[in-house]
């Protein structure tokens, strides 16, 4: 007796999910943030973030009127989604510093709506942070310093 698949056979598949769909679950991520987002990985964090998948898949499937998208579904295309906007900041980021000429790279793709809305959620996570060792900074601060005291050498 089987219950409906068998062994070799493997689920179907569901449909490529919208740019619609996308920004749908770009936007729900970004007002259920600080608790899907968090670093924290303690029990009562993990069940909060379950909580708030849960609550976001049905509000996801509620808005949309294409198939229906399973928790496990939404987080992978939130975690794929990610990914693929941080590898688009990262080549715009690696394109504006190149040096020795020649043609300008337009292959580049410019940062889209969701790209705009995911740098929101994980800024710092994409852009990393500004460090305080580094000699841009002291060089920074120290043309601060002489705009105020006007110094004279």
Known sequence: MSCGIEKNETPARAKNFTNEEV?????LVGKNRSVIE??????????????????????FNASTSGDHRSTKMLIKKWRNTKKTSTKS???????LYK???GPKDFSIVL???VDAIVHDIIC??????????DSDYV?????RFDKYYHLTC
Do not use: D, P
Request: hydrophobic residues 35%; proline residues 0%; positive net charge.
């Open 38 to 59: 968090n670093k924290q990985s303690g029990v009562i964090t993990h069940k909060q973030k379950e909580a708030a998948w849960q609550k976001l898949t049905m509000e």
């Open 89 to 95: 900041y990262s080549a715009n980021k690696k394109s």
């Open 124 to 133: 710092a996570r994409m852009t990393g942070y500004e460090a305080e060792c």
């Open 111 to 113: 940062e889209t709506l």
């Open 23 to 27: 920004l749908l679950l770009s936007e």
């Open 99 to 101: 040096t020795g000429g």
């Open 139 to 143: 060089v920074a601060s120290m043309y």
